[in-house]
């Protein structure tokens, strides 16, 4: 069966960086556009960065552009999650996702994403 397994949080102090990485299994790995969302109790799940299934094209809010950049090795089954000048408001709960797409859309909506990880927990302290 399909599985995410994200690793990589912990506790950080402001201003630093942190990589989560995304090992997937299961799924012709190249055929999905992937994406990782982060979620606090009682708020909406963020989708913080897609990338397609090259690695072509990427997305971005404005909250993390500048500062988190989503890349991928289709060879490792891989996504990854550089997250530097890390802020206390980008504590959260962060999972990875697989969007099953043609090869340049970018799915950007939550719905759109078919297969979750479990999450890993990032904190950073002010």
């Known amino acids: 069966q399909v599985q995410l397994v994200e690793s990589g949080g912990g506790l950080v102090q402001a201003g630093g960086s942190l990589t989560l990485i995304c090992a997937a299994s299961g799924l012709t790995f190249s055929s999905y556009t992937m994406g990782w969302f982060r979620q606090n109790p009682g708020k909406e799940r963020e989708l913080v960065a897609a990338?397609?299934?090259?690695?072509?094209?990427?997305y971005y809010p404005n909250s993390v552009k500048g500062r988190f950049t989503i890349s991928r090795d289709n060879a490792k089954n891989t996504a990854y999650l550089q997250m530097n000048s890390l802020k206390p408001e980008d504590t959260a709960v962060y999972y990875c996702a697989a969007s099953r797409t043609t090869p340049t859309y970018l799915s950007v909506r939550g719905s759109e994403y078919a297969y979750w990880g479990q999450g890993t927990q990032v904190t950073v302290s002010s």
């Open positions: 990338v397609t299934r090259s690695g072509g094209n990427t």
